[in-house]
């Protein structure tokens, strides 16, 4: 470490490629990493030792880590992923108009030949100045219930929608995130179509043009109840309803939403972040707060 890519890497089939804490890898042009069929991904820092994937020319960027038809096996921990920045040209196919760091999706083109639910662990990783025409960091697509979890999500674009995270037909976990300062035509965000997420726990602050952009759920045969949006903070930024949702489609409750929401046990109270101007929004505390980088 650091490893330099000079060219598009895949997984092989039925082999795991495992990265150890603290590696970086650096992309020296627009390259790949995919994860296919009976592939497996472990990329697992520690909070002292990140594991590092970014770009040697940031603004010339990467084309991300894409996860396709590769099951649930796949884990991303304690893992930074900066400067992805996809081509978002329709004669580079799906595959390079979606999901700037992570692409997440059941794919008829790839093997073997049908598309299967690709649902890695994202957890406890930054992705931050990535881009993308939609989830300008994260797009999970086609029956994908990856789980992301504990991630700080900032300063991500997309052209179009998802400028943090994108969820088409997905019925993905979403909990326990700090999503912020995200920007895209619509779902600043979060954007979710046609599937059944789980948005717990999360922060959203200065999203643009909104925190989240809720879609119809009713075309997905796993939804047998109203999708969860429930304990978020919402600040500087707002919920967007789509047109024409049926009014069972999501129960929003037990939030703090600036500017407030009808609903089971959501409140308007500012929620007193620590640094709004610096990016710390963990909550004030009179006595103090925990520091995980120095123990105390």
């Not at 900066?82 to 081509?87: D, H, I, Q, S």
């Not at 008829?108 to 993308?132: F, H, K, Q």
């Not at 919402?234 to 609903?263: C, K, S, T, V």
């Amino acid at each position: 470490s650091p490893y330099t890519v000079t060219g598009d890497i895949s997984v092989a089939k039925n082999r795991t490629l495992t990265i150890e804490p603290g590696v970086v890898v650096r992309f020296a042009g627009r390259f790949s990493l995919t994860v296919g069929y009976r592939a497996t991904l472990q990329a697992t820092g520690t909070p002292q030792d990140r594991i590092v994937f970014t770009a040697v020319d940031t603004q010339e960027g990467w084309f991300g880590i894409r996860f396709v038809n590769s099951a649930a096996d796949d884990v991303l921990k304690h893992c930074t992923l900066e400067y992805a920045r996809k081509p978002r040209t329709a004669a580079g196919g799906f595959e390079n108009l979606y999901g700037g760091a992570i692409l997440c999706h059941g794919s008829w083109d790839d093997e073997p030949g049908t598309p299967l639910p690709t649902s890695p662990t994202i957890d406890a990783c930054v992705l931050a100045r990535n881009w993308a025409s939609t989830g300008g960091a994260i797009m999970c697509y086609n029956g994908s219930r990856a789980v992301i979890t504990n991630n700080t999500i900032v300063d991500n674009t997309a052209d179009i929608d998802g400028g943090g995270i994108a969820l088409y037909y997905s019925a993905c976990t979403i909990a326990n995130n700090v999503i912020a300062r995200n920007h895209a035509l619509v779902g600043g965000g979060i954007i979710t179509w046609m599937g059944a997420p789980s948005i717990r726990n999360n922060t959203f602050v200065a999203n643009r043009p909104s925190a989240m952009l809720l879609d119809s759920t009713t075309s997905q045969p796993f939804v047998s109840q109203a999708v969860t949006v429930e304990n978020n903070i919402i600040w500087l930024n707002e919920i967007w309803m789509a047109e024409g949702l049926l009014p069972n489609e999501y129960r929003i409750r037990y939030n703090d939403i600036q500017g407030g929401w009808e609903g089971e046990g959501n409140i308007d109270v500012d929620p007193l972040f620590a640094d709004t101007e610096n990016g710390d929004y963990h909550l004030r505390s009179h006595a103090g707060r925990w520091d995980p980088a120095t123990g105390q």
